[in-house]
């Protein structure tokens, strides 16, 4: 049973437009939640993260939204880039101390596509 | 910067032998992680480990081994491949406990089992 789902397989979005990637957990025990970001022939690089105490985190042009009623987290990305297209990849952890150890569940991802 | 490196990104073995795949770390991590990636599946743990010589099984670990003899170094161990164990495999290092960093990763190898 998928514990971290991402319902959409891809996304396209035009440049400068804003980009929202979801996710739904089904674990009620998860308390951190990450965005790791994928090119090809590269490894995951991490994007952002929020702690279950959080609803909102941001980064710049990146913000992690995380409505733990509805089980639910969100990406939102402003303005979009062609260089934002990758594969973007949810993860949860009930771990104590956060996303650094501790069992990391992955979604299956979402593939980014912005057009110029 | 974290610096994790896989020692091959390409590695093609013939089914029933045994194969290492290498995994450095430069920024003195306690925990070191090794992951697969499938299509349609997303990443999913094999082993990790929290110390020198530690191992702890991951939601995958069938088919596989790791070793730990020093700190810097992670080692997955496919004891006699199989076609199934075709994949992208990932290396990760995080910090200790008490740290909440995130886990970085390497490039990956992607290996071919014929």
């Known amino acids: 049973d998928q514990q971290v789902k991402q319902n959409s397989p891809s996304l396209s979005v035009q440049e400068g437009r804003i980009s929202i990637l979801n996710c739904d957990y089904t674990?009620?025990?998860?308390?951190?939640f990450l965005w790791y970001k994928k090119y090809p022939a590269e490894g995951p690089t991490f994007l952002i993260s929020i702690s279950s105490i959080k609803d909102k985190n941001e980064d710049g042009r990146f913000t992690v939204f995380l409505n733990k009623s509805a089980k639910h987290l969100s990406l939102h990305i402003v303005p979009s880039q062609p260089g934002d297209s990758a594969v973007y990849f949810c993860?949860?952890?009930?771990?104590?101390?956060?996303?650094?150890?501790?069992?990391?569940?992955f979604g299956k991802g979402t593939k980014l596509s912005v057009k110029p | 910067d974290v610096k994790v490196t896989q020692s091959s990104r390409y590695l093609v073995k013939r089914t029933g032998e045994k194969v290492f795949l290498e995994c450095v770390q430069d920024?003195?991590?306690?925990?070191m992680f090794w992951y697969r990636q499938d299509p349609g599946l997303g990443l999913r743990l094999i082993y990790f480990s929290y110390d020198v010589k530690m191992k702890e099984k991951g939601d995958i670990p069938e088919g596989y081994s790791v070793s730990r003899e020093k700190k810097e170094r992670f080692s997955l161990i496919l004891e006699s491949a199989s076609t199934n164990q075709t994949s992208m495999y990932l290396c990760?290092?995080?910090?200790?406990?008490?740290?909440?960093?995130?886990?970085?990763f390497g490039d990956g190898t992607r290996l071919s089992i014929l």
């Open positions: 674990n009620s025990m998860f308390d951190y």
């Open positions: 920024m003195d991590h306690e925990n």
């Open positions: 993860a949860a952890t009930s771990s104590p101390y956060g996303g650094s150890q501790g069992n990391l569940i």
């Open positions: 990760a290092s995080s910090l200790g406990a008490n740290s909440n960093q995130p886990q970085h």
